[in-house]
């Protein structure tokens, strides 16, 4: 009978002759050999069995490390960060593994049914993009929320309303914060305009005093107001308005007489950078659970054209893509993007009032290194104003950006001029763009401190009406394009997976049900800016001021682009709609040795066509600042899983790569053709993205299209 006791027992009992014989049989499997129970041990014999016990832990210890690392770890929660998990719950018809159908008899691709299993977000012969999960651990262990906290205790000391009976606004003294301020005898305030200079400097007025309040003159856009005592100035803020204009009430009046009583529905735009799908539901998950929860139209497949935020924004304002963009509106020269045919352009020309505030002014999406507009682009403008308040108000800094500006973060200036001019315009017809960079624009956790805010900002856009006659649409430009999350799985899909979401007032969906059923189908299809320039232009012909959506030009750069009110085709892909293989999000890849001779071919390549794009940027005027890069090493290698195949008989490969001097991370997707020359056989598609910080070594360079590719030779400090 074979021994059960453990192969290090030391039991002395002389009269168990068969455990000396398990013993023995043990030996030819373990290569163990047990001395008789009448021979005592020696130190010898319990050193040998020490030996070849370590020998076997060790062999033990090497499987569970293989296993680990190739099975991966368990998913667990981190339960030291436990509270950063909200479970949203996606209210769709379109989730999970079941067969969808939307009948449409215009467009007979529409009415296949469509099987769409678990885990994706699009699923096609064409494209198949995966549905992340947005708790994934190597994401989640760089991520706390962060709590919202008030910028000042204390209430404003000022207030501004606009009177319906004057048609002006009305600056007054807040009763209910007077009494805060611990204000004895001597106490004077007065207020001063701002003026538009120019893009990068504005005016001030003489500063009026009042007593308890005051007119303000319907040529002002904006004030900043300050308050003092005999002790000094105890209070100094600022106040954005929406005045009364007689331009503007003219153009309304004379389009509003030609609808002859036709309802006609306005666009409210809110736009938050770098925010990707996930992200939203990860950050702000009371925010989206209130989307999915109040029927908004979610477009999941929505793809980034390009890299950062100026070219999607010039795709879905203007219909370019950035070389095109650069060519027929040069941001570089004075009056060079007043050339462009901005939608709010055509809303203006076709009589709606026109609106575009962004905060973060230096970091503007057509100022930063760029000249911005010579004119206003809209009717109401914000910069100036943000210009004059982080000069002059109260200023802290959250991760490079400022944060607080006065009693109110920067974005909060922004939404609640958004809200005041839709509630101005809430019984005419307005177009208003609204762009936030500042609780976004560096962190993936920052914005979760903006959650409660807005949630609660949607719920006053319906309390106050705006959602009854406006198609408003909640979206960003991509997801966060930098930071230790980016060189993730995740971060890689995330930063070209921004969120979409689209708003259809009820009188809408009651006259055109068909859009609901093609939003609705559209939610899981490839969708891009082109589409949004495209349905931007759609909506501007239910207004019936205008012609066909065919008399207005298409999306310039993507002919095959459409309105997303009009159902989107399963078999698109990502060449259809002019997304370079360097943003699709349509591939999986498998991963390939880094150090194989064709992925170094490759990252040499890509080294040189870097270097070539500085030497030949701007006719070569630039390419004495920076020096030459070298590769340094690639980080990790893969290669795309394209299911028809290239009649170029391309292959795709994806790179991670740091080069020298700089050390600088980039990324970047090449078509490799084998049977080319060495010189030719490889194109770098999109553009090289930086994943790591560029601050200080490119200082000399003041052109963002090559700034992350430029080492400067003499660096500033």
Same mark, same amino acid.
């Given at each position: 009978?074979?021994?059960?006791? &453990? ?6 009992? !002389?009269?168990?002759?068969? @455990? /000396? ?30 030996? *070849? ?5 060790? @062999? ?35 989730? %999970? ?27 096609? %012969? ?19 929320? *962060? ?27 807040? $009763? ?8 004895? %005898? ?30 303000? =003159? ?35 009046? +004379? ?9 006609? &529905? =306005? ?77 709010? $352009? ?17 970091? %503007? ?55 005041? /001019? ?23 956790? +920052? ?20 959602? !009854? ?5 909640? /979206? ?7 930071? &230790? ?12 997976? &921004? /969120? ?103 990252? !040499? ?10 030497? =030949? ?23 795309? $899983? ?8 391309? +292959? ?66």
């Amino acid at each position: 009978m074979s021994d059960k006791r &453990p192969l290090l027992d030391t039991s002395d009992n !002389e009269n168990e002759g068969d @455990g /000396f014989m398990g013993a023995r049989d043990s030996s030819m499997t373990t290569g163990i050999t047990y001395k008789s129970a009448t021979v005592a041990p020696t130190f010898l014999w319990y050193g040998r069995q020490i030996l *070849v016990r370590r020998k076997l832990f060790v @062999g033990l210890l090497v499987v569970f490390i293989f296993s680990y690392f190739l099975i991966g770890p368990a998913d667990v929660l981190d339960l030291d960060n436990v509270d950063s998990i909200v479970q949203v719950h996606h209210h769709s018809g379109v989730l %999970n593994n079941e067969v969808v159908s939307y009948p449409n008899p215009i467009n007979p691709e529409a009415n296949q049914k469509i099987l769409l299993p678990k885990g994706y977000l699009v699923y096609s %012969n064409q494209c198949r993009i995966v549905d992340l999960d947005p708790y994934k651990r190597d994401v989640m262990r760089h991520f706390k929320r *962060v709590s919202y906290k008030p910028c000042k205790q204390r209430l404003p000391l000022t207030q501004m309303r606009f009177d319906d009976h004057s048609r002006r606004y009305v600056l007054s003294i807040n $009763k209910t914060a007077f009494q805060s301020y611990h204000v004895e %005898n001597v106490f004077s305030c007065c207020y001063m305009g701002v003026e538009r200079v120019s893009e990068s400097n504005v005016s001030y007025t003489n500063c009026q005093h009042f007593k308890s309040k005051a007119q303000i =003159s319907n040529t002002t856009d904006s004030v900043i107001v300050k308050c003092s005592t005999d002790k000094g100035q105890i209070y100094i803020n600022g106040h954005a308005t929406i005045p009364e204009r007689v331009d503007i009430q003219q153009r309304l009046k +004379q389009w509003k007489r030609r609808d002859q009583g036709k309802r006609v &529905p =306005s666009v409210l735009m809110i736009g938050i950078d770098s925010i990707s799908r996930v992200n939203l539901i990860r950050a702000m998950p009371k925010t989206a659970q209130y989307l999915y929860d109040n029927d908004w139209f979610e477009l999941a497949g929505y793809n980034k054209i390009d890299d950062n935020t100026f070219p999607n924004i010039m795709a879905l304002m203007v219909g370019y893509n950035l070389s095109n963009a650069l060519k027929h509106c040069n941001p570089y020269i004075s009056g060079g993007l007043d050339k462009c045919d901005f939608v709010w $352009k055509l809303y203006e020309k076709h009589g709606y009032a026109t609106s575009y505030g962004e905060d973060a002014v230096k970091i %503007n999406t057509f100022n930063y290194l760029k000249k911005g507009f010579k004119q206003p682009p809209v009717d109401y403008y914000l910069r100036p104003y943000l210009s004059a308040a982080e000069k002059l108000l109260d200023v802290n800094v959250v991760l490079g950006l400022p944060h607080c500006l006065g009693f109110e973060t920067e974005s909060e200036h922004v939404y609640n001029y958004a809200l005041e /001019f839709a509630r101005r315009y809430r019984n005419d017809s307005f177009f208003g763009f609204f762009w936030t960079n500042t609780h976004s624009h560096g962190d993936i956790s +920052q914005t979760s401190s903006m959650d409660d805010y807005l949630r609660g900002y949607l719920q006053r856009l319906v309390a106050q009406g705006t959602m !009854e006659h406006s198609i408003v649409v909640f /979206f960003s430009d991509h997801g966060l394009r930098f930071g &230790p999350t980016r060189s993730t799985w995740s971060g890689h899909l995330e930063e070209r997976l &921004p /969120f979409l979401f689209i708003w259809l007032p009820p009188f809408v969906r009651a006259e055109h049900p068909e859009f609901v059923d093609a939003l609705r189908q559209n939610r899981n299809r490839l969708t891009t800016p082109y589409d949004l320039h495209m349905t931007l232009k759609h909506i501007l012909t239910l207004s019936g001021r205008t012609g066909s959506l065919e008399t207005l030009d298409g999306a310039k750069d993507c002919p095959q682009c459409q309105s997303l009110l009009l159902p989107v085709p399963l078999s698109r892909s990502c060449e259809d709609v002019a997304i370079e293989d360097h943003w699709c999000t349509c591939w999986s890849y498998n991963a390939v040795k880094k150090n194989s001779k064709t992925v170094r071919h490759l990252g !040499e390549r890509v080294v040189h066509y870097l270097n070539d794009y500085v030497t =030949s940027f701007r006719n070569g005027s630039l390419a004495h600042l920076c020096q030459p890069l070298t590769l340094q090493g690639i980080s990790a290698a893969y290669k795309a $899983k394209i299911s028809q195949v290239d009649p170029s008989q391309a +292959q795709i490969y994806w790179l991670t790569f740091s080069t020298a001097p700089n050390q600088a991370l980039y990324e970047a997707t090449v078509r490799y053709i084998k049977n080319m020359t060495s010189e030719d056989n490889v194109q770098v598609t999109g553009s090289v993205s930086r994943l790591n910080s560029y601050s200080g070594e490119a200082d000399c360079m003041n052109d963002f299209a090559i700034k992350k590719y430029c080492y400067c030779r003499h660096k500033s400090g």
